[in-house]
């Protein structure tokens, strides 16, 4: 059996999975699973399975798959033979480590390789805290509730975005290309994912940050203009989880926990 990652590319870190994956050539089996579908939504057409090297087609969810693949139950999950793993940090790495990709991706040089485990390390607290509310304040929330959240809520979100976005360009991108030099690594790749979530939802943090905007730019050249914007795609599209019918139970079940957060 072949190798076989369970993505779905709503997901953040599942889109840093394709994309090294496909950036880097590796042979993979695309397993569509539908978060929002399986565990949030209730009705949304199905997407698909496909393979590596080609776009997502019409297919069924692997949602019951990928529980079978990782103990916790959550995307993104990789399944190679026997093997099986969880978690994008050490899915990257496996990767990187048995496809041999360039030293770029992960240095053997152990400073720089360093710097990447600095960012990785620093991102979960900082960028991965705060860029994903934006998507359940300006969107998720809403579609639950009936109702948008106040405004105070996204700002409060932005501001704690905004000081991370100053400590990233500040601490980690300076005046280099990339984080750690003059080549794209697993540290930018993690990075760029997080920051187009607002982005998906009309909060545009590239706007008015000129250093930011152009290391997007070299990320996006690094990996292909194409695959980027296919693996982001989904997220660019989000507002039209909108026109989704939510299953009655479900929506009865968890509007009273999020009408929490209207308050």
């Known amino acids: 059996m072949g190798l076989e990652l369970y993505l779905d590319l709503l997901s953040q870190p599942c889109r840093s999975i394709y994309i090294f994956a496909r950036t880097n050539n590796i042979p993979f089996e695309f397993k569509h699973v539908e978060l929002f579908k399986d565990s949030v939504l209730g009705k949304k057409p199905a997407a698909a ?28 999950a990789l399944k190679d033979g026997d093997f099986t793993l969880a978690e994008c940090t050490a899915i990257l790495l496996y990767l990187s480590r048995k496809y041999n990709t360039p030293d770029h991706w992960y240095p053997s040089d152990i400073k720089k390789r360093a710097q990447v485990d600095e960012y990785l390390s620093w991102h979960h607290a900082n960028i991965r805290a705060n860029a994903p509310k934006t998507m359940w304040i300006k969107v998720l929330i809403p579609l639950f509730t009936g109702q948008p959240l106040p405004s105070e809520k996204l700002q409060e979100v932005m501001e704690g975005l905004s000081a991370s976005l100053k400590q990233f360009e500040e601490r980690f991108l300076q005046d280099k290309a990339f984080i750690i030099g003059s080549e794209i690594s697993l540290a930018d790749l993690v990075a760029i994912v997080e920051l187009m979530q607002p982005v998906g939802v009309g909060c545009d943090i590239f706007e008015d940050r000129p250093r930011l905007m152009e290391w997007r730019k070299r990320v996006e050249e690094a990996v292909g203009k194409e695959l980027f914007f296919q693996a982001h795609e989904m997220i660019l599209n989000i507002k039209e989880l909108s026109n989704i019918q939510i299953d009655p139970q479900l929506k009865e079940h968890l509007a009273p926990v999020l009408m929490k957060m209207l308050k």
């Open 49 to 76: 399975a496909a393979s590596g090297a080609e776009r997502p087609r019409t297919g069924p969810s692997n949602s019951e798959g990928a529980g079978k693949i990782s103990l916790l139950k959550k995307v993104p």
